[in-house]
Nanobody, 115 residues
Framework: QVQLVESGGGLVQPGGSLRLSCAASGFTFSTAAMYWFRQAPGKGREWVATISNGGSTNYVEVVKGRFTLSRDNAKSTTYLQMTGLKPEDTAVYYC?????????WGQGTQVTVSS
């Protein structure tokens, strides 16, 4: 079955960096578009970034220039490199895959930006 496992979250000071990973299994990763979302406390889930199966990327405006999404098809993994982190980036970050006309979600990883 499809599984998405996020990792790499943690506590970081403002201005710091983190790299999130999303390890996928159970489907042909190279053919799937991959997404990252986040959900801050008390707020709805927000789209952050997308990478197509061809490697094209799109980002929500507030993270452009700070976040970089990439994929390694050989490892069936996407990476969200986050730099210049701000307190408002604090959220649970979720990976999502679109495959076989369905969306699949990971369990999320917590990112906390605080001094």
């Amino acid at each position: 079955q499809v599984q998405l496992v996020e990792s790499g979250g943690g506590l970081v000071q403002p201005g710091g960096s983190l790299r999130l990973s999303c390890a996928a299994s159970g489907f042909t990763f190279s053919t799937a578009a991959m997404y990252w979302f986040r959900q801050a406390p008390g707020k709805g889930r927000e789209w952050v970034a997308t990478i197509s199966n061809g490697g094209s990327t799109n980002y929500v405006e507030v993270v452009k220039g700070r976040f970089t999404l990439s994929r390694d098809n050989a490892k069936s993994t996407t990476y969200l490199q986050m730099t210049g982190l701000k307190p408002e980036d604090t959220a649970v970050y979720y990976c999502r895959a679109y495959y076989g006309l369905q969306y699949y979600w990971g369990q999320g990883t917590q990112v906390t930006v605080s001094s």
